[in-house]
C-alpha cells in the first residue's frame, strides 16, 4: 500500500518474504544497515546505527564530520526497529521507518516495513519512493539476508 494524503503526508508499506530466520533478517537490518542502504551508484555511504533506544543513524564522513539521519524510537531484537528523523534530507522533514520481522509458516520471514513521512522525499513522487524502496529492500535487503549478496 502507498498513499499520499490529503495533506501531503507519505505512506509506504511493503512486505518482503526473505529465506532466512527473523533473527538473521533483523540482524541484517541493524547490523548490517551500511552494508545493503547505498548511495549513489550504489556505493556504501558510511552508514551506522547504534543499536539501542535513542541511538543515533548517522553517515560517517571520517574525522569527526557526518550526517545525523536520525534516532532509534524502537530497538526490540529479532522483531522490531523503529527509526525516526530527517534521514536523507536537508530541510525540514521528518521520517518514521518501520522494519518489523516475523517468521512465515516455511521456516522463512516476512519483512513488513512501513515508511512516514510528512512530504514526499526529495520531491520524489509517490511511485518514485515506493519504487525505490522496492528495490532496496526486495532486492538489494532480500539478498544480502539471504546471504546471496
Known amino acids: 500500500m502507498s498513499e499520499l494524503t490529503a495533506g501531503g503526508d507519505l505512506r509506504i508499506e ?3 518474504p526473505i529465506e532466512a530466520s527473523r533473527e538473521r533478517v533483523f540482524e541484517a537490518i541493524a547490523g548490517g ?3 545493503w542502504l547505498l548511495g549513489e551508484n550504489d556505493q556504501p555511504m558510511g552508514l551506522k546505527l547504534e543499536r539501542f ?3 543515533r543513524l ?3 564522513l571520517g574525522e ?3 550526517h545525523l539521519w536520525g534516532h532509534v524510537q524502537v530497538f526490540k531484537p529479532p522483531t522490531l526497529l523503529e527509526l525516526i528523523g530527517p534521514m536523507f534530507e536537508s530541510r525540514p522533514m521528518l521520517h518514521h521507518l518501520t522494519f518489523r520481522v516475523v517468521e512465515d509458516d516455511g521456516g522463512g ?3 513488513r516495513f512501513t515508511h ?3 512530504e514526499t522525499p526529495m520531491g520524489e513522487s509517490l511511485d518514485e519512493a515506493r519504487a525505490v524502496w ?3 529492500l526486495a532486492g538489494r535487503f532480500k539478498a544480502y539476508a539471504e546471504g546471496r549478496a
Open 134 to 136: 522496492t528495490e532496496i
Open 58 to 60: 548517522w553517515r560517517d
Open 53 to 55: 533506544p535513542g541511538g
Open 14 to 16: 511493503l512486505e518482503v
Open 64 to 66: 569527526a564530520g557526518g
Open 109 to 111: 520471514s516476512v519483512l
Open 116 to 118: 512516514l513521512a510528512n
Open 33 to 35: 544497515i551500511g552494508d
